[in-house]
């Protein structure tokens, strides 16, 4: 065994010991949640993704994630606000903020905003639209879950949203807010770059900035009162 083969086999086990760190750090909700955002990188139905494990398996198979390459992991975590577990396992030098979809960053942020009340309000304005037998058992179960299911029917892409914005509009109308910055975004939106080991594609940006941007976004956020009970 060479030394570069040598040093490639210890930069592996110490990149599969940083995600290990990570698989532990994560609730089951959490993993549903990054599974979703990877949803157009993977190509497939993410609620078949069971684990953080299988999450990021599959994400080192398809060369979206590596020990050279470790931004979208880091993406990921900042998306779901696990700014802290960015910064102690020392990811913050890697951020990149252009691997996850606008559309996809989208959706999630508006679950996040969505109280339980609020996913039933959207279920029953979506009895007429979706298949009730779905939306009455465990199969679609929160806001995400609603999202995937309204993009499998058909009612939702990047390029449709009239029928979310309308359920938004009923449901918590400060929320509509979020869609149409969306829309207005300059160019194609909603489109995700896929990195390569030659071009790695990814834009520096510091934890202390990014945290400083979300607390900007936070303070703005408390203006917003209208829904209770929101998280950021």
């Not at 990814?202 to 202390?208: A, D, S």
Request: glycine share 4%; charged share 30%; hydrophobic share 35%.
């Amino acid at each position: 065994m060479t030394n570069k083969h040598f040093d490639t086999l210890i930069r592996e086990m110490e990149f599969r010991i940083l995600l290990l760190k990570v698989k532990k750090a994560l609730c089951k909700d959490e993993v549903k949640a990054l599974a979703f955002l990877c949803t157009d990188l993977l190509g497939r139905n993410p609620t078949s993704v069971e684990s953080a494990s299988a999450l990021f398996s599959r994400l080192v198979d398809q060369d979206h994630l590596s020990p050279e390459r470790p931004h979208l992991l880091t993406e990921l975590l900042l998306t779901i606000q696990r700014n802290r577990l960015v910064h102690d396992l020392s990811l913050s030098e890697y951020t990149t903020m252009n691997l996850i979809s606008k559309y996809r960053k989208l959706l999630y942020n508006l679950s996040e905003e969505i109280t339980g009340e609020d996913l039933k309000d959207m279920k029953f304005l979506l009895n007429p639209t979706l298949p009730r037998r779905r939306l009455k058992d465990n199969t679609v179960s929160t806001t995400l879950e609603v999202f995937l299911e309204m993009e499998r029917t058909g009612h939702l892409s990047e390029t449709n949203l009239n029928e979310l914005e309308a359920i938004i509009q009923s449901v918590c109308p400060v929320l509509k807010e979020k869609i149409a910055q969306f829309k207005a975004l300059p160019g194609k939106i909603g489109t995700f770059y896929t990195s390569s080991k030659a071009d790695p594609g990814y834009i520096r940006v510091t934890f202390r900035e990014f945290t400083a941007s979300r607390l900007k976004q936070k303070r703005a956020g408390t203006e917003m009162n209208q829904c209770a009970d929101r998280k950021w």
